[in-house]
C-alpha cells in the first residue's frame, strides 16, 4: 500500500563520513520499501552525496550496488610520501590545503548521477557546503551537480577545497551536521524525517578511541564535528517534534545505532547500509498508518501553502 499522496515527506540527510552514505542509502531503500515518497531532499557532506545521487533519478538499487563495489581509488587519490615530505618540509606546508585531490571523486559522482544539474532532479535538492572566501554556509540549489556535491564532502584535511565560481568550498559538516533550514516550510512538507547518523564521538571514551586508534587525526577531526548535538536530536531511536517556525509539520529525527567504519573505507558497508534499512523499516513500519491518516494536510495547516 503506497502511503498517501496528499502527504508530502521530505528527508534531511546528515553528515557522517563514509559510514554515512551506506546508511543514508539504506534509510532510502527502506523508504522507497515502504511506499513513502520524498518530495524534497537536503543533504550535507554524505547526505549530499546519497541525497544528489537520489534526487538526480538514479535507482537507489543501482546506486547500491555501485557503492558495494567501489574501490579506494575512485574516491580517495591521496599524494605520495615523497610530495607531503616536500610540502611540509621544503615549503613548511604553504599552500598545502588536503592530502587529496577531489578530481577522481567528483568524477565518481558525476558516473552515477542520472543528470548533471539541480536543475535537472526529479525531486528539489539542496546541499549543504561552508564557503571558506566568506565564513558562511552556502545551500547549493543551482549549477552542476557533482562538484557541488564534492564541496558538501571535502573534509579538511583529507580533501583540498573545492573551487566553485571563484570562491572555495570545504565540508557542510564543519559548520551544521543535518542541514534542515525549516525545509518542511519551504516546500509545504507535512512530515520532515531526518536521518542522523554522525557516529558519536562524545567523553573519555571517544577521545580515547580517536588517539589510540588508527588514522588518529581522522577521529579527532572527527571528535570535534560531531559532539554538537542539532537541536531536534534527542539520543533515541525515535523521536517526534514540530517544525520551530510553526508551520505545523513533524519532525521526525531516526538516530540509528550502526556499525562503526575506518577511514578509508574498504569493508563494512554493505552491513551498515543493511543495519539503516532494517532499523528505518522497523521504526517508520508503525507510523505509516499514522502518515496515512491522521497527519494534517497542507491545505489544512495555517501558514503553510504547497509547493507549486
Not at 2 to 17: A, W
Request: charge should be neutral.
Amino acid at each position: 500500500m503506497q502511503l498517501n499522496k496528499d502527504v508530502r515527506v521530505g528527508v534531511v540527510l546528515s553528515s557522517g563520513g563514509g559510514r554515512g552514505v551506506y546508511a543514508h542509502t539504506g534509510f532510502l531503500l527502506a523508504l522507497e520499501k515502504l511506499g513513502i515518497e520524498v518530495h524534497a531532499i537536503s543533504g550535507c557532506s554524505a547526505g549530499a552525496l546519497v541525497g544528489g545521487v537520489a534526487a538526480s533519478g538514479t535507482p537507489l538499487a543501482k546506486w547500491a550496488k555501485a557503492i558495494a563495489q567501489v574501490r579506494v581509488a575512485e574516491y580517495w587519490t591521496p599524494d605520495g610520501w615523497l610530495r607531503l615530505a616536500w610540502q611540509l618540509a621544503v615549503h613548511k606546508g604553504r599552500g598545502y590545503t588536503g592530502l587529496s585531490d577531489t578530481a577522481a571523486a567528483v568524477d565518481f559522482v558525476r558516473r552515477h548521477l542520472a543528470v548533471q544539474t539541480f536543475e535537472e532532479c526529479h525531486i528539489p535538492f539542496y546541499a549543504l557546503a561552508m564557503n571558506l572566501s566568506t565564513g558562511a554556509k552556502t545551500y547549493f540549489s543551482n549549477g552542476t551537480l557533482a562538484p557541488r556535491i564534492m564541496a558538501s564532502a571535502a573534509m579538511p584535511m583529507l580533501y583540498r577545497p573545492v573551487a566553485i565560481d571563484g570562491e572555495l568550498f570545504t565540508d557542510g559538516a564543519t559548520i551544521e551536521l543535518v542541514p534542515s533550514e525549516l525545509m518542511c516550510c519551504k516546500h509545504g512538507l507535512d512530515v520532515l524525517i531526518l536521518h542522523h547518523v554522525a557516529a558519536n564521538r562524545e567523553g573519555q571514551a571517544g577521545l580515547e578511541r580517536a588517539v589510540n586508534g588508527p588514522w588518529s587525526m581522522v577521529e579527532i577531526l572527527y571528535l570535534l564535528l560531531y559532539r554538537r548535538r542539532p537541536w531536534h536530536l534527542s539520543g533515541q531511536a525515535f523521536s517526534v517534534q514540530h517544525c520551530p517556525a510553526g508551520c505545523g509539520a513533524s519532525v521526525i529525527a531516526l538516530e540509528p545505532a550502526l556499525p562503526e567504519l575506518r577511514w578509508p573505507l574498504s569493508k563494512g558497508g554493505p552491513e551498515v547500509q543493511a543495519a539503516a534499512m532494517a532499523q528505518t523499516a522497523q521504526v517508520l513500519g508503525s507510523w505509516r498508518e499514522s502518515l496515512l491518516q491522521t497527519w494534517p494536510k497542507v491545505g489544512d495547516r495555517p501558514n503553510v501553502k504547497a509547493a507549486e
